[in-house]
């Protein structure tokens, strides 16, 4: 039986309208954490995400429970809690560290930085998954590192904590993204999910007593709205994305992130659209390139 070409080339096309939902939520998830972290610090925003993110799981779960055979405990209950628990710390580390560098560089270069986390997945996953490391996955975490260079610019401009940041939070979301596989061979996506954001809220809470906790004002509940919103549509769109191509496909297209985001902090922030942190990031899009020719993308696509 031939196959429908028609629905064979609609989906990449899918994929890329998924793709613009998820370049669109990022975008607007750095937007509205620069607005709130005028008035709060990094913990503090993330327990209100988390909050939010919560309630939006939470009455998901609840609305399934009515068409479903399974209690709530079911439905939630994880199969190794310290896996998810670990999962969770590097995902909110990671994640402070984004909002973090949002505020002190440039954020076409945190997300060139941001672009190195598949390069760290190839680079880790030997340790952490046990897949074997090769020469390719060598050259890819070499190319990547000249990547870094030319957006950093050591020596021709001085490093801050933000470049800093956005390293160790590309590291932080490749050890998410190697935990999130290895809990999804026994766990639904609305297991980690409630997971996630229920403990990333107490997180959240516990360390925001760090500095005080400060009650946000009327002028940025609509930010925080909007970073709750997005910090979920943004994973969905991402993950619909790749449930319609393969990873080979949709990565390319998440590199559009890098231009809109420039622009956008040009727009807004007066920031200076740098050649080289294009240049870098080109750098880096090889790498990644080089690194999904290795793996095998139907594997990656299902």
């Not at 988390?50 to 199969?79: E, H, M, Q, W, Y």
């Not at 998810?84 to 930085?113: C, D, E, K």
């Not at 596989?181 to 999910?193: P, T, Y």
């Not at 709750?228 to 994305?241: E, F, I, K, Q």
Request: proline share 5%; glycine share 8%; aromatic share 10%.
């Amino acid at each position: 039986m031939k196959p429908d070409v028609s629905t064979t080339e609609a989906k990449p096309a899918l994929a890329a309208l998924w793709m613009c939902g998820a370049i669109a939520s990022f975008t607007a998830m750095a937007v509205a954490g620069r607005a709130i972290q005028q008035e709060l610090d990094s913990f503090e925003l993330m327990f209100w995400r988390s909050l939010i993110g919560f309630g939006i799981v939470l009455a998901v779960v609840l609305i399934a429970l009515r068409n479903a055979d399974r209690g709530f405990v079911t439905i939630i209950k994880p199969t190794s809690p310290m896996l998810h628990l670990t999962r969770n710390l590097f995902h909110f580390a990671g994640q402070n560290l984004w909002f973090y560098g949002i505020m002190v560089i440039p954020l076409s270069q945190l997300v060139a930085l941001e672009f190195t986390m598949p390069i760290w997945v190839a680079l880790l996953a030997p340790l952490v998954l046990g897949e074997k490391f090769t020469m390719r996955r060598l050259f890819v975490a070499l190319l990547g590192f000249v990547g870094i260079l030319i957006v950093a610019q050591p020596g021709v401009q001085p490093l801050t904590s933000g470049h800093l940041a956005g390293m160790l939070c590309a590291i932080g979301f490749a050890m998410n993204v190697m935990l999130t596989k290895r809990i999804m061979r026994a766990d639904s996506v609305i297991c980690v999910l409630f997971w996630m954001t229920l403990s990333q809220t107490l997180f959240g809470l516990i360390l925001a007593q760090w500095g005080g906790f400060t009650w946000p004002s009327p002028a940025i509940w609509g930010w925080l709205v909007v970073v709750g919103l997005t910090g979920l549509s943004a994973h969905y769109a991402l993950s619909s994305a790749l449930g319609l191509a393969p990873a080979s496909t949709v990565a390319p297209m998440e590199f559009l992130r890098l231009p809109v985001i420039a622009l956008v902090g040009v727009w807004l922030y007066a920031e200076a659209l740098e050649p080289l942190v294009f240049a870098g990031a080109a750098v880096i899009l090889l790498a990644n390139w080089v690194n999904l020719r290795g793996v095998d993308t139907r594997r990656l696509s299902s």
